[in-house]
């Protein structure tokens, strides 16, 4: 059903029938934006999971490679948060409620309300699993640079790594902004779509529950 065919059908109904087109119109919206929010979904967890796949082999070699005790062992931390990364995304996408359209449409309703209120927690805890461990671990990283020649560390990645104090000053700037622009997005994403979005389901569902 068309925008202009519901406008049409408004227009000559009865105050009951206008109830319900209303109600059609609300469910179509929310349609609409639920298959777009489930597919940014989808491609959001398939990047950040490839990233920290990509992340993992990275910093082991960095592990290998650095000599300095507290890059290694940040490198290493690293790791281990990758791992977990892939763990939390892999964990929410299993515990969605998949689409069931043999269901009451009240229940298909329900669900894709819990899936948005998991949406909505994943996202508003990002600064205490997603950005604040990396950031702290980077900050060690860096900080755990120390003189290559103390070491005698000659390796390629030599060339690459901030030893001296304004190069390290110069990231660890660089990184704060970048992780406070992480959190905020993800803050403004819930702000922004999953807050309006849950709101809509749950105008539909009271809208149901007057007509009982």
Do not use: C
């Amino acid at each position: 059903m068309t925008e202009q065919e519901l406008k049409e059908i408004w227009m000559s109904s009865s105050q009951a029938e206008r109830i319900q087109v209303a109600l059609s119109k609300l469910v179509m919206e929310l349609k609409n934006k639920l298959n777009h929010i489930e597919k940014v979904i989808r491609n959001r967890d398939i990047r950040e999971i490839i990233a920290a796949f990509i992340g993992i082999p990275i910093f082991v070699y960095f592990a290998y490679d650095i000599p300095f005790p507290i890059t290694r062992i940040a490198s290493i931390l690293t790791v281990v948060w990758s791992v977990y990364v892939i763990y939390r995304f892999r964990k929410l996408q299993l515990s969605r409620k998949n689409e069931d359209l043999t269901l009451p449409f009240k229940a298909q309703l329900e669900n894709q309300k819990t899936n948005m209120m998991a949406q909505h927690r994943f996202l508003d805890t990002v600064l205490y699993w997603y950005a604040g461990p990396p950031f702290l671990l980077n900050l060690a990283f860096i900080l755990g640079l120390g003189n290559p020649e103390i070491f005698n560390y000659s390796s390629g990645l030599k060339e690459h790594l901030p030893f001296d104090s304004g190069s390290k000053i110069t990231l660890i700037v660089g990184l704060t902004a970048f992780y406070t622009f992480v959190v905020w997005l993800n803050k403004r994403a819930v702000k922004k779509t999953l807050n309006p979005l849950i709101a809509d389901i749950q105008r539909i569902q009271d809208q149901l529950e007057t007509e009982e």
